[in-house]
């Protein structure tokens, strides 16, 4: 189905030109393993010493590869690593078949990588509750190492797709003492998708050096203030992985630089904001802006609350102005909030004040507002210093389209 | 709107014959709120005695009406009591003008039956952060007074819809020691629906009599299991409002009294099951039963994760036995589950067990389960001996219709 879906209107122009990650090399193939036509599988291949970190979705029903990866994570770096990713059948729910499968799919990219099986990690993303057809995958792979390229990022990005309508990717390059160190990502994912968890399919790829505890420390810190501040339809996946990879190849320590980890965070919030804006049936890119809770993790509750709200999202899609609605959801969030003390505004249009609708406010612009692509809600509660900003879209008749009739 | 909109499909036939509950007289009226050419207000007038118990929102920002009701539950019902509703506009997050709206209704409503302005209980339903046009409803109460009418509940219930599509209304009698006790309700609601609050406008009236304190625990512990288990679109109105008044006019005490909890909470299940039938948008009534899981509570958080999710909801809506989502969603509530101890039915079919599907479902089976009006999910998380049973309703295109563009 991912192919025949229009492109959102709210994708970039194009995929942007990623900087070559030294010691990274990837390939992209079909397997079938449901869609035809298309790539559908991609493997990746790290230099020895790579170190690898991980996030991963929470959920009590996650899948055989997420357990997998999981119990891989923090091993010996020497060797190097890979990743092997399909579309199209997530391996989830699928019993011990589903363990058998990812067991059978390492064994065979060790056999033909040289790498051990505890350095293979695996995703797979689709269907949930189909068994696997492993065979397919693991047919591809000797093509699929043969393959391997430095400048395959944007081939891996499209075969890991499912109702995605673009491929994801971002980049940034830091010099840090006088060496340029490069960061490059890849990410999946436009439904299913709500954050508290790790997130969707994303792949981050560095050539810094960073021992892997302290990646593990700045991927986990970092993903909490991207990727789990989005939310497409508060639904969390089985399967969303998020891993960052440092090969080292660029000779240059990274550890305590400022530099790189603002370059992280932003190649992280690109990626995860491109998920939103891939928002199955999304027509609004919308951020909500809290200010003024008790505290962070308050301020995070209200605005996911805003932000996961059904009446608030097709409000949005009908470019209502309808600020009574997020009234409705900040007062349902079970966060503090006093309705004497609360202000709301539109952009730059103050809505809604001192428990009341702002005595300026014309609703004309609040619906000049509303007919942006772009949106942004700001809620100042008026009671402490929290903050959160979490991204969000609208929800349409095209959401429901797509998953009355989609089986993922 | 809510003219309008077609009738549901999962309405009953007709409005229920209702009892006459002796003690109690409404008249409905129409004050022009905001909808032109129907009834939009009602008023319902109890003998002196009549005892008086809620439960509401716990919205932080619930409106003036139910900040004012419960200000005033519990108080001396020697005088009997009032209740005002108007729909149209729920005077909610409209500061100290709604306060004013509500104290000049009270007060005209005293002035006119004769009843203390403690004992005058108010309810709003609509748009929210509009001023409620008070002085519109204040003109008709003397008219409402007049026509006060043992038979209106059906007028009444018809008075308080907003984009519902149908009037709701429920009923039973029992007999104790030789004696009729009769218990009538009426409810509104349809979009804004979500559980663990109080819920909607319900009023219910009875003849039975019952102490304050004992009506409220009934109230509240019937709420738990009925009202405060069903959800259409996860949010929570800054209105809901639920009372049970006791008129005591047919002179039977029902203190400790089996059938007339069995009574009471029979018509309290009828009712929230209709606001569900008239769910926005709805096309199908759902009951997604939940039993082995580790407590009560947990097996209320694992139904209403499923009964909330979009992606489940939206695969009802295109009838797809897309047992997948069930498990997402049973994996991301928080509460406990193992994937190899669940098992999920739908219907009587068996779909998945041990951890993955069932060997011997069919794929047409549950297939066939989609195609009922009526759907019930079974999933037993094979923990412990908590249980809990939450309905719901799919979410369709009606629904993106109704809320993109009716103002609520």
Chains 1, 2 share one sequence.
């Not at 035809?36 to 009590?60: C, E, I, W, Y």
């Not at 509750?129 to 990005?157: F, M, S, V, W, Y």
């Not at 992280?264 to 003024?292: C, N, P, Y």
């Not at 308050?298 to 996911?304: F, R």
């Amino acid at each position: 189905m991912g192919d025949s879906l229009p492109r959102s209107p709210l994708a970039p122009s194009s995929f942007p030109q990623l900087p070559v990650i030294k010691g990274l090399r990837l390939c992209a193939g079909a397997a079938g393993v449901k869609y035809q036509g298309r790539n559908d599988v991609m493997l990746a291949v790290m230099d020895p010493g790579t170190t690898v970190a991980g996030t991963f979705t929470r959920s009590k029903t996650r899948s055989a590869p997420v357990r997998d990866c999981q119990a891989k994570l923090g091993g010996d770096s020497s060797a190097g690593a890979a990743i092997l990713v399909n579309s199209g059948n997530s391996n989830a729910f699928t019993g011990h078949y589903g363990q058998t499968s990812v067991a059978e799919i390492c064994a065979a990219v060790a056999d033909i990588t040289g790498l051990p099986e505890a350095r293979i990690f695996t995703a797979s993303t689709g269907v949930i509750g189909e068994p696997l057809p492993h065979d397919r995958i693991i047919a591809q792979i000797k093509d699929l190492n043969d393959g391997l390229d430095a400048t395959a990022l944007e081939a891996a990005a499209e075969a890991i797709m499912t109702t995605d309508t673009f491929a994801k990717g971002a980049s940034a390059e830091v010099t840090i003492g006088g060496e340029t160190v490069s960061i490059a990502g890849i990410a999946k994912g436009s439904g299913m998708i709500a954050p508290d968890m790790a997130t969707m399919l994303v792949y981050i790829f560095t050539d810094a050096q960073l021992p892997q505890a302290a990646l593990q420390a700045e991927l986990s810190r970092l993903c909490d203030r991207s990727f789990n501040c989005i939310t497409v339809d508060s639904d969390t996946s089985t399967s969303d992985s998020l891993m960052l990879c440092a090969t080292g190849a660029s000779g240059v320590d990274v550890s305590d630089s400022a530099e790189f980890s603002q370059a992280l965070e932003a190649v992280m919030l690109d990626l995860s904001h491109q998920v939103v804006r891939d928002g199955e049936g999304a027509t609004k890119f919308v951020e909500i802006q809290i200010t003024g809770a008790v505290s962070d993790a308050e301020a995070k509750t209200h605005g996911l609350s805003i932000a996961n709200s059904p009446l608030v999202k097709t409000a949005i899609a009908g470019e209502d102005p309808n600020w009574g609605r997020v009234v409705m959801a900040i007062g349902k969030s079970g966060a503090d909030a006093d309705r004497d003390l609360l202000s709301i505004s539109f952009g730059d249009v103050l809505v809604a004040e001192k428990g009341w609708v702002s005595p300026n406010y014309r609703e004309e612009d609040g619906a000049a507002q509303m007919t942006r692509d772009e949106i942004t809600i700001k809620v100042d509660l008026g009671l402490g210093d929290g903050t959160c900003t979490v991204w969000t879209c609208d929800l349409t008749h095209q959401y429901i389209t797509i998953n009355a009739d989609y089986r993922s």
